[in-house]
């Protein structure tokens, strides 16, 4: 027979109950929106208790974005497998899977909520958006880019920031209409800039010379054909 006595938890184990119960609350509303006094009702603790791990919720904000920042950085993570339109759009729908998941976090995170300012936030989200760009170079097979390649790949991670943010309010674009979108958007960028500038030419050439007909890119060419006739 069981006792039914509660098991105690150690500091981490609690710490790591908090943050994950902060982010469950924070995925569905704004962390301005949500108190210490429910994130404790929720960890089925008492307040007094969540301050004994996190001297404020500030402190349990930064902790909470720590675990997300490093899930969302993840999701960038691709094999070099395959050609260059499948990889980015498998990037995509794992991204817009977190930003669905996340909504009012993601969105209080990019727009502004208890933290701004903090220094640990900010670092927090460069950290993720130098993630993401370190991994589009590795799947070009750059490691000293030149100057045009970085201002495409860093304006196409804005742009999937921006894109993200306007979908969660309202969602009236379909995601799995934006996800092939966005590749193609990168696509469009790297071509403009291609157009200017023969470096960036032969790099655009070696990342679609294995690219399939029925590919994400090959899709896009055919529909600016279209639109010229």
Known sequence: MTTGVRRRMGVEERRQQLIGVALELFSRRSPDDVSIDEIASAAGISRPLVYHYFPGKLSLYEAALKRASDDLAGRF????????????????????????????????????????????????????????????????????????LELVVRSWISLAESTALIWLDGRRIPREELEPQLVNDFAALAAVSAAYDEEM????????????ADGPFAHLVGRLIALAG
């Open 201 to 212: 030419a032969q790099l655009l050439r070696a990342a679609l010379r294995d690219e399939p």
């Open 77 to 148: 993570v691709e094999p070099h497998e395959g050609p260059l339109g499948a990889r980015l759009l498998r990037v995509m729908r794992r991204y817009f899977d977190f930003v669905d998941e996340h909504g009012p976090g993601f969105s209080a995170l990019m727009r502004g909520g208890p933290a701004v300012g903090s220094s640990t936030t900010n670092a927090l989200v460069d950290s993720v958006r130098q993630a993401a760009y370190v991994q589009i170079l590795s799947h070009l097979g750059v490691t000293d880019p030149p100057p045009r």
